[in-house]
């Protein structure tokens, strides 16, 4: 069995924090996903997925995610269910996000068009968020393809094929 989604989309608001009686941070957000057609109408539709993250890449996400950024989520899908105050069940369906890409820069307007993107992963059972920030700021302008046209040193025994 699998569950697993990714999706792309921007934010529809800002991202709420707020946290659980026991001090564990949870935040919550909605993303807009284009379909992949066009209404009869010859317009572009979205849905609107509800995400939730937990404890450091909660506090991350709120900290950095802002209405209208760019972001991919990876996680699962759960759906639950409860009464509310007039007796009736509702069901939410809802991404538990374990991996939140943030795909755009944080800076408004910014010039030259450089882009900023960043990784940001719940912690693994070992404990520890790790993140892997794929434009790093000591990094910026390297190419890291560029030897002057030199050999590169790989042995056999590291290739994955």
Do not use: H
């Not at 026991?22 to 109408?41: H, L």
């Not at 007796?87 to 996000?97: D, L, M, P």
Request: hydrophobic fraction near 30%.
């Amino acid at each position: 069995m699998l569950n697993r989604v990714i999706l792309i989309g921007r934010l529809t608001r800002d991202p709420e924090l707020r946290y659980t009686p026991s001090g564990v941070a949870v935040t919550q957000f909605t993303i807009a996903v284009d379909r992949p057609f066009t209404s009869q109408g010859g317009e572009r539709e979205a849905d609107f997925i509800p995400v939730v993250t937990w404890r450091q890449l909660a506090e991350t996400c709120a900290n950095y995610l802002r209405k209208g950024r760019l972001t991919a989520v990876e996680g699962r899908i759960q759906v639950r269910n409860y009464e509310n105050n007039e007796g009736k069940r509702v069901y939410v369906t809802e991404v538990i996000a374990d991996n939140v890409r943030f795909l755009e820069s944080s800076r408004e307007g910014g010039g030259g068009g450089q882009r900023e993107e960043g990784a940001y992963t719940a912690p693994s059972s070992s404990g520890g968020a790790n993140r892997s920030n794929n434009n790093s700021r000591s990094n910026n302008n390297q190419d890291p393809f560029s030897d002057d046209g030199k050999p590169i040193d790989i042995s056999d025994d590291d290739l994955p094929f």
